[in-house]
């Protein structure tokens, strides 16, 4: 009972533990938040085979480095060969009835020349001959502009098919990595069904895309460059130049979608990574700085521990942009109130504090 009354009579300055403490600062400098984003290959596709056949040859594996109209495998279609030589054939027939055709113009115009200088001479032949003789010129020339069209017909047909053998080829669209492989010789392939043959990604460059809140949509400019880091490299920081904007919030996370191009050309980073990205954010104004370790969260709150009159108090802030050690605060603080440097919430609203100024 004798020690507890001497406690009760030491003065609060006594009973208080000396805290580190900052002052709450205003800063008009660059900033940046810590934000996740996902590393997207710049172009991607899925290749399907556009007529039905059987695979031939695969030249190409999971992996494969590939270019721009580089022969990726090959389908053999029996049937296809088939058409091909049917479609000739009817090339060859129409070739022949347009040169009869014409023939026959040759010799109904050779005719009719001849009807038409002997109709100069009174007598010399009647004028139903002449005039029967102009109607099987037009009547061959008529046949020969059938015979004609049939011709380009069946070219078209030949080229049609042509074509479609073509498509027996699989051919890359642009340069990049084989990511997925899924035939085998002697598989039969139906045209544009599931699965595909093979996915081809464009990694060179990648695109860095990061879901930006809200309150930083207004961030920098196209053209300005950012900084980000992977897992798999830890040591190192890689750069992205900002390249579009989606114009659009996502109802659901309040985010808006950014991409910065990433150049890639020793194909370091792979599509699928996921890295945290300093993202530089634009005020309008003065922001409130505190150290990192002044904000506190918790599964109920998050705040700084204010030192007034002696005595700790919470104030609710919400975090924003980083900058060194320091991180943006929005809450009812002002500058120049102190804060305390290392919070938890172990040090109660109320506890008595004896400042001990740091900064």
């Known amino acids: ?152 017909a069946a070219d078209a047909s030949l080229r049609a098919v042509e074509q479609m053998q073509e498509y027996l080829k699989i051919t890359a669209p642009f340069d990049g990595i084989i990511t997925e492989r899924f035939a085998d010789p002697g598989a039969l392939v139906k045209a544009d069904s599931d699965p595909a043959l093979f996915t081809l990604q464009k990694i060179s460059p990648l695109r860095l895309e990061v879901a930006v809140p809200e309150q930083y949509a207004a961030g920098p400019p196209r053209g300005t460059r950012v900084k980000f880091r992977v897992p798999a490299f830890p040591g190192r920081t890689f750069t992205g130049t900002i390249a579009r904007f989606a114009h659009s919030v996502d109802q659901k996370t309040r985010t808006a979608a950014v991409q910065a191009d990433v150049p890639n050309s020793d194909r370091t980073l792979a599509p699928g990574m996921y890295p945290q990205v300093s993202w530089p954010v634009r005020s309008t104004g003065a922001a409130l700085m505190v150290p990192r370790a002044s904000v506190v969260r918790t599964t109920e709150r998050t705040f700084v521990v204010r030192v007034r009159d002696g005595r700790a108090e919470w104030v609710d802030v919400r975090p924003g942009a980083a900058s060194g050690d320091l991180i943006e605060v929005v809450g009812p603080l002002a500058p120049g109130d102190l804060v305390v440097r290392r919070a938890t919430d172990e040090i109660r609203e109320g506890t008595p504090i004896r400042s001990k100024r740091t900064g």
Do not use: C, F, W
């Open 1 to 152: 009972m004798l020690l507890i009354k001497l406690i009760a009579i030491l003065p609060l300055a006594a009973l208080a533990q000396q805290t580190e403490v900052a002052e709450v600062s205003a800063s008009r400098d660059a900033r940046t938040v810590e934000l996740p984003g996902e590393l997207l290959p710049y172009e991607q596709v899925q290749l399907h085979a556009r007529v039905s056949g059987y695979v031939d040859k695969v030249l190409v594996d999971m992996g494969s480095a590939v270019r721009r109209g580089q022969l990726l495998a090959s389908l053999s279609a029996p049937e296809i060969e088939a058409r091909i030589a049917e479609a000739k054939s009817r090339v060859q027939a129409a070739e022949a009835e347009r040169v009869q055709a014409e023939a026959q113009v040759a010799a109904a115009g050779s005719t009719y020349e001849r009807l038409r200088k002997a109709a100069a001479t009174p007598g010399a032949i009647s004028g139903n001959e002449l005039t029967q003789a102009e109607k099987q010129l037009e009547a061959a020339r008529a046949l020969t502009a059938a015979r004609l069209q049939a011709r380009r």
